[in-house]
C-alpha cells in the first residue's frame, strides 16, 4: 500500500486527479471508474469538474446507495453524484443501485450484472469511521457481493450531519460487496481529520479482519491511501512515499 500524508484536502484531491489523469491516458478504450460520495470525495469531484479531463468514453459505477431515496432527494447518492459530478462532467454511463427498488434480490442481482460487465479500473473509497468501506459494515464477508445493509448507529450518526434530523437517515442501503470493490484493478482510498485516526491505523497497522472491513485492503495489490495529518496521526510516516 503507498501512503502519501498531505497537508490538506486539497492536495490530496490534486494527487486522485494526477491519478486518475493517468488511467485516463494508460487506458486507450472505455475507462471504468468506481466512485463513492460521502464528505471526502466532494474536493476531488469539484477539482475534476474544474479540470479539463474528459469522461465521455468512462463508465461510473457507484458504491453505495440508500433504500428508500429517489434520485430527485437531495440526500441520494444520485443527486449527490449528478450536483457534485455528473452535471458537470458528463460520462458515457452511470450506474448507481436503485434505492426505490424494494425488491432486493432484483435489485442486487442487476448491479452484480453491471459490475461483471464493467470491470472496475480505479476505485475511489473513502473511510468509514468504523472501517467501513462503501457501506461495507464490520462483520461483512469479505466474499460479499452487492447487498441490502442494516446501517449501524454510528454510521448513521456520522451521515446525520447531511439530514435534517438523524431520524430521516434511512436505515438501510444498497452496497457493492468488498468482493467486486477488491476486484478493482487500482484503488485510491482517502481519509480526512482526526475523527478517521483510528480506522486508518486499524486499516494500515491492524490485522486484517472483517471486524474492519477496510483492514482486507492490505491483500490488493494496487492501493493508495490519501491522509491529510490527523488522520494519520496514529500510523507510522516510515511508509510514505512521494
Ligand atoms: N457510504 C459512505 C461511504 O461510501 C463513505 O466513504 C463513508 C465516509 O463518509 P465521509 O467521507 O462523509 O466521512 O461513509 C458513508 O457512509
Same mark, same amino acid.
Given at each position: 500500500?503507498k ?102 434480490? +432484483?435489485? $442486487?442481482?442487476?448491479?452484480?450484472? *453491471? !459490475?461483471?460487465?464493467? =470491470?472496475?479500473?480505479?476505485q #475511489? ?20 457481493t ?57 486499516l494500515?497497522?491492524?490485522? +486484517?479482519? $472483517?471486524?474492519?472491513?477496510?483492514? *482486507? !485492503?492490505?491483500?490488493? =495489490?494496487?492501493?493508495?491511501? #490519501?491522509?491529510?495529518?490527523a ?12
Amino acid at each position: 500500500m503507498k501512503i502519501w500524508i498531505v497537508k490538506t484536502p486539497v492536495e490530496g484531491a490534486n494527487k486522485g486527479v494526477a491519478m486518475i489523469q493517468q488511467t485516463l491516458k494508460d487506458c486507450h478504450e472505455q475507462v471504468v471508474f468506481g466512485l463513492a460520495t460521502g464528505g471526502t470525495p466532494q474536493t476531488l469531484y469539484r477539482l475534476l469538474s474544474a479540470s479539463q479531463l474528459d469522461f465521455s468514453r468512462c463508465i461510473a459505477i457507484n458504491l453505495d446507495e440508500y433504500v428508500g431515496l429517489d434520485q430527485e432527494n437531495p440526500q441520494s447518492y444520485a443527486y449527490y453524484m449528478n450536483r457534485h459530478l455528473f452535471s458537470k462532467k458528463p460520462f458515457q454511463q452511470t450506474f448507481i443501485p436503485n434505492g426505490m427498488n424494494r425488491n432486493a434480490t +432484483v435489485e $442486487t442481482q442487476r448491479y452484480d450484472q *453491471i !459490475l461483471d460487465r464493467y =470491470p472496475i479500473d480505479l476505485q #475511489i473509497l473513502g473511510l468509514g469511521q468504523n472501517g467501513h468501506i462503501g457501506f461495507n459494515e464490520p462483520g461483512t464477508p469479505f466474499e460479499s457481493t452487492t447487498h441490502e445493509v442494516q446501517l449501524t448507529e454510528s454510521t448513521i450518526a456520522a451521515n446525520a450531519r447531511f439530514f435534517a434530523q438523524s431520524t430521516d437517515v434511512p436505515r438501510s442501503a444498497y452496497s457493492m460487496g468488498i468482493k467486486s470493490i477488491m476486484a478493482a484493478k487500482q484503488i485510491i482510498i482517502m481519509a480526512y481529520g482526526k475523527a478517521k485516526a483510528a480506522a486508518v491505523k486499524k486499516l494500515v497497522l491492524g490485522p +486484517v479482519t $472483517t471486524a474492519v472491513p477496510a483492514s *482486507i !485492503l492490505q491483500q490488493h =495489490p494496487n492501493v493508495t491511501l #490519501i491522509v491529510d495529518e490527523a488522520a494519520a496521526d496514529q500510523i507510522k510516516k516510515e511508509k510514505v512515499e512521494d
